[in-house]
């Protein structure tokens, strides 16, 4: 006679408490794209040089890489809300420090090192946690994720200069350490209450190893993928980091520059969104090759018809082909790789946006204070989308789900 094995519990899975999580999180992880504002009180009150400064925000891209790329080897450590309570509590450790600094190394360590490695391993461990459950849409589901912190940064922007400007630099990252905390408590309970896992069950297995099921972490599909990103990467992070100075350098008015720069943050949120539901209709590298032709176009434009007008236009144009391509990145490895996957490849894909962070546009600072202009830069940048475009085309069409 045999005695029946007993039935699993059932796992409630409620994708909703995930993406609201993720939302919680982002939007003031989004915040350091906000850093440029913080930039002149800690210059006059700590007598830090602008350049020197500049190191705080470049470290803490670095961090972000490293914490996206080691979050993959925490998975088994702990429990998913576990994991996602510590880590945002990391990053709010991280601002904290930065908020009772005296010199450029307590910024750097904290600014830099703890909050940028925490910030990357909450955002992976959350995205992990919603691809884990997504059935459908993953494509606009990961754009809408990738989206949330561009518009972090267009909330916390106004926010952190009024506060600056009431209170002083130090309460602005003394209340974000506290909306960090807050965050991640409530993210960490809407983890427990979605049910969300960072690895598959043991029976359907885990990993990405051949053609049966999808394509190597580490193959050609992966490496091809971050190259596309990282040639509209470094073209939009130029714009992203140096829009009011280019408007500006094409004779554009301050009020012009300052718009653009709101303006172009705003269009690449939601080309992020666009990108990734596009890839839930078209193949991947159809909608890439066309992203980075959108780009190339406003680089074009503003070579040929130089003025303020243009750099407006052009500008917004290479903003959103990045923002189109950051949304189809992160909509496609959804589609690439299977879900257990996806923050292990997501992670690895950040490299490829921290080497963008450090490449033109610090080139493009370097020629400015050569030339005065930057029309050097924009055809560089227009390279780069024509290598894009071609590199786009060689990706496969299909992923694992449609037997490729």
Same mark, same amino acid.
């Given at each position: /006679?045999?005695?029946?094995?007993?039935?699993?519990?059932?796992?409630?899975?409620? $994708?909703?408490?995930?993406?609201?999580?993720?939302?919680?999180? &982002?939007?003031?992880?989004?915040?350091?794209?906000?850093?440029?504002?913080?930039?002149?009180?800690?210059?006059?009150?700590?007598? @830090?040089?602008?350049?020197?400064?500049?190191?705080? %925000?470049?470290? =803490?891209?670095?961090?972000?890489? +490293?914490?996206?790329?080691?979050?993959? %080897?925490?998975?088994?450590? !702990?429990?998913?809300?576990?994991? +996602?309570?510590?880590?945002?509590?990391?990053?709010?450790?991280?601002?904290?420090?930065?908020?009772?600094?005296? *010199?450029?190394?307590?910024?750097?360590?904290?600014?830099?090192?703890?909050?940028?490695?925490?910030?990357?391993?909450?955002?992976?461990?959350?995205?992990?946690?919603?691809?884990?459950?997504?059935?459908?849409?993953?494509?606009?589901? &990961?754009?809408?994720?990738?989206?949330?912190?561009?518009?972090?940064?267009?909330?916390?922007?106004?926010?952190?200069?009024? =506060? &600056?400007? #009431?209170?002083?630099?130090?309460?602005?990252?003394?209340?974000? !350490?506290?909306?960090?905390?807050?965050?991640?408590?409530?993210?960490? $309970?809407? !983890?427990?209450?979605?049910?969300?896992?960072?690895?598959?069950?043991?029976?359907?297995?885990?990993?990405?190893?051949?053609?049966?099921?999808?394509?190597? @972490?580490?193959?050609?599909?992966?490496?091809?993928?971050? !190259?596309?990103?990282?040639?509209?990467?470094?073209?939009? $992070? /130029?714009?992203?980091?140096?829009?009011?100075? @280019?408007?500006?350098?094409?004779?554009?008015?301050? #009020?012009?520059?300052?718009?653009?720069?709101?303006?172009?943050?705003?269009?690449?949120? #939601?080309?992020?969104?666009?990108?990734?539901?596009?890839?839930?209709? %078209?193949?991947?590298?159809?909608?890439?090759?066309?992203?980075?032709?959108?780009?190339? *176009?406003?680089?074009?434009?503003?070579?040929?018809?130089?003025?303020?007008?243009?750099? %407006?236009?052009?500008?917004? /144009?290479?903003?959103?082909?990045?923002?189109?391509?950051?949304?189809?990145?992160?909509?496609?490895?959804?589609?690439?790789?299977?879900?257990?996957?996806?923050?292990?490849?997501?992670?690895?894909?950040?490299?490829?946006?921290?080497?963008?962070a450090v490449s033109l546009p610090v080139l493009a600072g370097y020629l400015f204070d050569i030339t005065r202009e930057y029309s050097t830069a924009v055809l560089i940048a227009a390279g780069a989308n024509i290598a894009g475009m071609a590199m786009a085309l060689t990706m496969p069409r299909r992923g694992w789900r449609?037997?490729?």
């Amino acid at each position: /006679m045999s005695v029946a094995t007993p039935a699993l519990p059932v796992r409630a899975e409620r $994708l909703w408490a995930a993406l609201l999580a993720a939302t919680l999180m &982002n939007l003031p992880l989004g915040s350091v794209y906000s850093f440029s504002v913080l930039l002149r009180p800690i210059e006059q009150e700590l007598a @830090i040089p602008r350049s020197a400064l500049s190191l705080v %925000f470049g470290l =803490c891209t670095v961090g972000f890489t +490293v914490g996206s790329v080691g979050a993959a %080897f925490l998975y088994r450590v !702990a429990p998913a809300p576990v994991l +996602v309570l510590a880590s945002a509590l990391v990053a709010a450790g991280g601002i904290a420090m930065a908020a009772t600094a005296s *010199g450029l190394t307590q910024l750097l360590l904290g600014y830099g090192v703890v909050f940028g490695t925490g910030g990357g391993v909450t955002y992976i461990l959350l995205q992990q946690g919603v691809n884990m459950l997504v059935r459908r849409r993953q494509g606009l589901v &990961n754009g809408y994720i990738v989206s949330l912190y561009p518009l972090g940064a267009m909330i916390a922007t106004p926010l952190f200069h009024a =506060c &600056n400007e #009431a209170y002083g630099w130090r309460t602005t990252l003394w209340g974000l !350490a506290a909306v960090l905390v807050a965050c991640g408590i409530a993210a960490a $309970l809407l !983890a427990r209450h979605g049910g969300a896992r960072l690895v598959a069950p043991a029976a359907t297995g885990s990993t990405t190893t051949g053609p049966a099921t999808g394509p190597a @972490i580490l193959g050609p599909t992966f490496y091809k993928l971050s !190259a596309t990103f990282f040639l509209a990467a470094s073209a939009g $992070l /130029m714009v992203l980091s140096q829009a009011r100075e @280019i408007v500006a350098a094409y004779g554009g008015a301050a #009020a012009l520059a300052v718009a653009a720069t709101t303006g172009i943050t705003g269009a690449i949120a #939601a080309a992020r969104i666009s990108g990734g539901w596009l890839v839930d209709r %078209f193949a991947v590298p159809y909608v890439m090759c066309a992203a980075h032709g959108l780009a190339l *176009g406003g680089g074009l434009l503003l070579t040929l018809l130089p003025s303020p007008l243009t750099a %407006f236009v052009g500008l917004g /144009m290479i903003g959103l082909g990045y923002g189109f391509v950051s949304g189809a990145t992160a909509g496609g490895i959804g589609l690439y790789w299977r879900p257990a996957d996806y923050g292990r490849v997501a992670g690895r894909t950040y490299v490829a946006w921290c080497l963008a962070a450090v490449s033109l546009p610090v080139l493009a600072g370097y020629l400015f204070d050569i030339t005065r202009e930057y029309s050097t830069a924009v055809l560089i940048a227009a390279g780069a989308n024509i290598a894009g475009m071609a590199m786009a085309l060689t990706m496969p069409r299909r992923g694992w789900r449609e037997g490729g």
